[in-house]
């Protein structure tokens, strides 16, 4: 019997996260991954800026940047009519290089963002290896290449988990206190605790075929780009760039009608590319899109974490991006409930502040991928030479950019998503600010992610944060927190306290002087003074006030 606090079953990027989180708190786990190489198919090919900045915390931000594409490719998006044809818009988006530097001026839709970690292009086939290493790094970390999970069962106080080492299949029995099941979704675990996946079961199915290509890098006619979206009256098709040399990735996309057992891949590439080039395919997955979220994300010690609890079309990256998020959630409560300073109803609100972004997510990736196939490509003119054509080009390159940069400038879907509401946030009437996938306003209301900005010293506001609870007080003379800071103590709650005096963070904050943040960098509570029932506030936050 081998005892853990945590078993996490499956080690893709949202378990390795739980795992990485886990530890930085002290949690140790144990993951159980039954892949010792990486998939046939890059999959999530973005890491949004909100998981970089968790990725920052955690120390692997600079090593993801460094990973996958070279620091110098161009990470633009455009459309085309056709590998060879008419490009009819462009997304400019900066290099790592160029975001690591701070380079400004560069025109980039997202070089505005508020956030010390701008999103990222890479394929999870090069950022998997380096989240995997960092585990390395942890004596908390156990990750178990090769390692099956089988079945669990349950009780008051723990559950017993029963795995096998494929090469051997010697099975061993593994004690948690809990479960969380990241292993996709095809999820075992979530059908062994009864949760049911809602929603559109097809939004589109999809055809992904791996490529190796120098000749496609040498054809391209156009400036560099990461994403090439391709229409014509052939069909639509994706091309996204992997290494920035000679790795591609194509996607042909069937409506929902369409039949994938019958779709000729061949021609679908030809017809995208536009001429015969030559290519070696590396591997292929047939696969439909879906737009569906978990009826609920657990039971008693068990947990959904990632795609096992929510699938979905996957623009924008929002999938693997809202996984890793779901792992930073859960993780702060299972290490509060595990320490004794959390309630054990924390738990609960890993569901009603998680599920509720499942399908706020699952609904606006649907509005987008829907938005964009209206695009009239079928014109008989939107391929043809001459003033005209160009002119209409022109015009459907601007009705892509209003119906598309969206899943492209989606600061709102990053760093917009709020908590307000959530039995654990202190609540001070303040109207929640309306969600939007492409806007974002700073704010200081309880729930919402915490305002970033650049301290005097260089650092990032963030990188001075506490791994447990941070009470920032603001400005140079703010009012006395002693009996805050003294039931935090009395509680066992870790609690940092941060002086903040650069002038700018009494805008950022909206003139509040005393604002606590959660562990995952939310906040939990603002006031002008210290409140009146200090213990209260930490009742609240820790789960331990009634609701």
């Not at 085309?80 to 001026?105: C, D, M, N, P, Q």
């Not at 490509?377 to 459907?396: C, L, M, S, T």
């Not at 990188?463 to 800071?485: K, M, N, V």
Request: hydrophobic residues 40%; contains cysteine; glycine residues 8%.
């Amino acid at each position: 019997m081998i005892e853990i606090p945590v078993l996490i079953a499956g080690g893709g990027p949202v378990g390795t996260t739980l795992a990485l989180d886990l530890a930085s708190h002290g949690i140790r786990s144990i993951v159980v991954e039954e892949r010792l190489a990486m998939p046939p198919n890059p999959k999530c090919n973005t890491t949004n800026a909100r998981s970089m900045e968790h990725f920052r915390r955690l120390g692997c931000a600079q090593a993801i940047r460094r990973a996958g594409l070279p620091e110098d490719y161009a990470t633009d998006v455009v459309y085309a009519t056709r590998w060879l044809g008419k490009e009819l818009t462009r997304y400019t988006l900066r290099s790592s290089a160029e975001v690591s530097a701070r380079v400004s001026g560069t025109g980039a839709i997202d070089e505005y963002w508020p956030t010390a970690e701008p999103q990222h292009r890479i394929s999870q086939l090069a950022m998997e290896p380096v989240l995997r290493a960092h585990t390395r790094t942890f004596t908390a970390c156990d990750y178990r290449e090769g390692w099956r999970f089988l079945s669990f069962t349950q009780t008051d106080t723990h559950v017993d988990c029963l795995v096998e080492e494929c090469a051997t299949g010697a099975q061993h029995t593994i004690r948690a206190r809990y479960l969380v099941s990241c292993e996709g979704g095809h999820s075992r675990i979530r059908r062994d605790i009864g949760a049911r996946l809602e929603g559109r079961e097809c939004v589109a199915k999809f055809c992904t075929t791996y490529l190796k290509s120098p000749a496609l890098t040498a054809a391209w006619p156009h400036k560099a780009a990461w994403m090439h979206r391709l229409y014509n009256a052939q069909g639509e098709s994706h091309i996204v760039a992997i290494d920035g040399r000679d790795l591609w990735l194509h996607h042909s996309i069937l409506s929902p009608e369409g039949d994938l057992d019958a779709h000729d891949h061949e021609q679908a590439i030809r017809q995208a590319l536009g001429a015969d080039l030559e290519y070696e395919i590396l591997g292929q997955e047939r696969w439909t899109a879906r737009a569906m979220v978990a009826d609920h994300y657990r039971q008693d010690r068990v947990f959904l974490c990632g795609d096992a609890a929510h699938i979905w079309i996957p623009m924008g990256g929002f999938g693997m991006n809202a996984g890793v998020e779901d792992a930073v959630n859960l993780s702060w409560k299972l290490w509060a409930v595990l320490a004794g300073w959390g309630a054990p109803e924390i738990l609960d609100s890993y569901e009603s502040e998680r599920r509720s972004i499942g399908q706020l997510v699952a609904g606006s990736a649907a509005r987008i991928f829907e938005d964009l196939y209206r695009i009239p490509v079928q014109e008989p003119a939107f391929e043809a030479e001459g003033a005209d054509a160009d002119r209409r080009r022109a015009e459907i390159g601007q009705l892509i950019t209003a119906h598309n940069l969206a899943e492209f400038d989606s600061i709102g879907m990053q760093l917009g998503i709020t908590y307000a509401g959530s039995p654990i946030v202190c609540d001070d009437g303040a109207a929640a600010i309306p969600f939007a996938i492409n806007s974002y306003v700073e704010s200081s209301c309880p729930g919402v992610r915490a305002p970033h900005f650049w301290r005097n010293d260089g650092h990032a506001l963030f990188d001075d944060f506490g791994s447990g609870f941070t009470l920032l007080q603001i400005g140079t003379a703010p009012p006395p927190a002693h009996d805050l800071i003294t039931a935090f103590a009395a509680a066992g709650v870790p609690l940092h306290i941060l002086a903040v005096t650069e002038p700018v963070a009494h805008t950022k904050y909206e003139g509040y002087p005393l604002v606590l943040i959660r562990p995952d960098q939310h906040i939990a509570w603002r006031g002008h003074e210290t409140p009146a029932e200090s213990a209260a506030v930490v009742r609240t936050v820790t789960g331990h006030a009634p609701h």
